[in-house]
């Protein structure tokens, strides 16, 4: 899921996570790897968010899921592995 500029802050304020901007050596990679995304990393790894289903028109979810792990203490290298979704949901502005 990409997201717009706006969404893209709600995320960064409901969760500790830093974008990885589009400008970046790493996206167009990351791009290949696992398709059109917008793309975060933590202290665990790196994430994406998936929209999911909810009555809620006007403040639709994403949940986030994740990618990649990191493999070193530095966080210098990541490993892919099959997509865990996990338990953090964040709430998207439609609009936005």
């Known amino acids: 899921m990409k997201l717009t500029p706006a969404q893209i802050e709600q995320t960064t304020q409901q969760i500790e ?5 589009e400008e970046s050596q790493l996206a167009p990679k990351l791009h290949k790897v696992f398709g059109d995304h917008t793309f975060f990393l933590d202290g665990d790894g790196l994430h994406i968010v998936h ?8 403040a639709p979810e994403a949940r986030v899921v994740k990618l ?9 290298a990541l490993a892919p592995h099959e997509p865990e979704i996990t338990e953090t949901v964040v709430a998207l502005d439609r609009a936005a």
Not at 17 to 21: D, I, K, T, Y
Not at 68 to 76: D, G, I, L, R
């Open 17 to 21: 996570a830093q974008l990885v901007p």
């Open 51 to 58: 929209a999911i289903e909810t009555s809620q028109v006007n």
């Open 68 to 76: 990649a792990s990191w493999t070193n203490p530095e966080h210098t």
